[in-house]
């Protein structure tokens, strides 16, 4: 039983430099989702997809952060000229989609980026 | 928005004891789900509850939604070591926006052997 997966775990770059996140989701859900984590706090939605189409993304996705799921399985968070303040956790979450009323996110193990 | 309020923030008992940690809201929520995160790790989910009055329990650990569906509670009898953890509630919006989860600060729980 494979889970929510993300590369790396650890991403230690320079300020001003680009990084990308990678998360495969668990197989069968068609709903991806990107969120922030930062010290003391819980979770921040970034952005979300249903299959390949990017439906929602929050104030806190700047112009230097992008976010793709081109054929709607895996999905990569890109952050260009990175700055300090995006030193954080960036989670990846998935679900089923559907008409349910509630919907089960599960997620990754993170990616811990530290800009320098 | 929509905000979540959790408390306590930190949490530190003896093993044995038993605690509860609450979540609460001043909107309705559609569903309420709750979260264990270790330190460096993602969230894994415990349970959700979806009706006003719900109580489900898993183990040692017991979850209820409100009648009103704006807050919850976690109950935790006899804690041991291993429940260490930051638990986090989250909420979901209805209808369309289903797909958004709204997240607590979290109660971060230290159980002492």
């Known amino acids: 039983d494979t889970g929510v997966s993300q590369n790396p775990r650890h991403k230690i770059t320079k300020r001003g430099q680009n990084v990308t996140f990678r998360c495969d989701p668990i197989?069968?859900?068609?709903?991806l989702y990107w969120y922030r984590q930062t010290l003391g706090q819980g979770p921040e939605f970034l952005t979300y997809?249903?299959?390949?189409?990017?439906?929602?993304k929050s104030r806190l996705l700047s112009d230097r952060f992008s976010a793709e799921r081109p054929k709607g399985s895996f999905s990569t968070l890109e952050i260009q000229r990175t700055e300090q303040g995006d030193s954080a956790m960036y989670l990846c979450?998935?679900?089923?989609?559907?008409?349910?009323?509630?919907?089960?996110?599960?997620f990754g193990p993170g990616t811990r980026l530290t800009v320098l | 928005t929509q905000l979540l309020e959790q408390s306590p923030q930190f949490l530190s008992i003896q093993e044995g004891e038993n605690l509860t940690v609450y979540c609460n809201s001043s909107?309705?929520?559609?569903?309420l789900q709750w979260y264990r995160q270790e330190p460096g790790e993602g969230p894994v989910l415990l349970v959700t509850?979806?009706?006003?009055?719900e109580v489900k329990k898993l183990k040692r650990l017991t979850f209820q939604f409100g009648d009103a569906r704006k807050d919850s509670s976690l109950h935790i009898t006899a804690a041991q070591p291993g429940d260490t953890g930051l638990y986090l509630c989250?909420?979901?919006?209805?209808?369309?926006?289903?797909?958004?989860?709204?997240f607590g600060k979290g109660t971060l729980l230290t159980v002492n052997p």
């Open positions: 979450a998935s679900s089923l989609g559907g008409t349910l009323i509630y919907n089960e996110q599960f």
């Open positions: 197989s069968e859900h068609n709903r």
């Open positions: 997809f249903q299959n390949e189409a990017q439906l929602e």
């Open positions: 909107s309705v929520f559609s569903s």
């Open positions: 509850v979806v009706t006003g009055g």
């Open positions: 989250a909420g979901g919006e209805s209808g369309g926006s289903n797909y958004k989860l709204t």
